[in-house]
């Protein structure tokens, strides 16, 4: 158990729908990062927050935002959905942001039908 | 960006040290060599991390080049329960932040 939680472990919903996940960095983390990994793409990095301010940015598509709260806890919502945006989505947490290592949580499993 | 390469699979039979090779000719010079693994149905799992010398902690070794243009994670005793795909990672520095892209990783399978 790295300490990271996410909710839901399992999400299904239509195409054209809007969903958030929500992520629980471990205590004492400030930095939250966001990878997608689905089958042909393997795992990418969305962006990531440090206290609350956005740090850096990967191929994070405009129909998806994310931001991290007062708590530390983030949400990375994804709108518009299309049958390409099933995958798991993984959050990772750190507590500088910096070359530490990155704790993963379990993931959630999206599927748009 | 800094790239990485791995061989796709590797075999290993059970109680032998596996070697797992990792490319990356266009480290930069802060960059730091980063491993990690994935169980099945899990998130990615920190292995090891070096800058230049040699590391050494509970799960592995990792021996970097003098270069720094390839290193090896080594498992020293595989179980089954490393089975599982090995990610060589660097930073991308492109920003001037910490992001990690992956590879394709390696795939190890360990043989009872």
């Known amino acids: 158990d790295s300490g990271v939680t996410q909710t839901p472990k399992h999400l299904i919903t239509a195409t054209g729908q809007r969903v958030t996940l929500r992520c629980s960095p471990r205590s004492g983390d400030l930095s939250v990062y966001w990878y997608q990994q689905s089958l042909d793409q393997g795992l990418q990095f969305l962006i990531q927050?440090?206290?609350?301010?956005?740090?850096a940015k990967g191929n994070i598509l405009e129909r998806f935002s994310a931001q991290q709260f007062p708590d530390l806890h983030s949400e990375l919502n994804l709108s518009s959905l299309e049958l390409g945006d099933s995958a798991l989505y993984f959050c990772?947490?750190?507590?500088?942001?910096?070359?530490?290592?990155?704790?993963f949580g379990p993931g959630t499993r999206l599927t748009v039908t | 960006d800094a790239k990485t390469t791995q061989p796709n699979s590797m075999e290993s039979n059970e109680e032998e040290p596996v070697h797992l090779p990792c490319n990356h000719s266009t480290i930069s010079g802060t960059d730091y060599i980063h491993w990690y693994r994935q169980l099945p149905s899990q998130g990615p799992e920190y292995v090891i991390h070096?800058?230049?010398s040699n590391v050494n902690n509970r799960m592995a070794s990792l021996a970097i080049a003098e270069d720094r243009k390839s290193s090896t994670l080594i498992l020293h005793r595989a179980t089954l329960r490393d089975a599982a795909v090995y990610y060589c990672?660097?930073?991308?520095?492109?920003?001037?932040?910490?992001?990690?892209?992956f590879g394709t990783g390696t795939r190890l399978k360990v043989l009872a």
């Open positions: 927050y440090y206290n609350g301010e956005e740090r």
């Open positions: 990672i660097l930073r991308d520095t492109t920003s001037g932040t910490y992001k990690y892209i």
């Open positions: 070096g800058l230049t």
């Open positions: 990772a947490s750190n507590p500088t942001g910096g070359q530490n290592e990155q704790y």
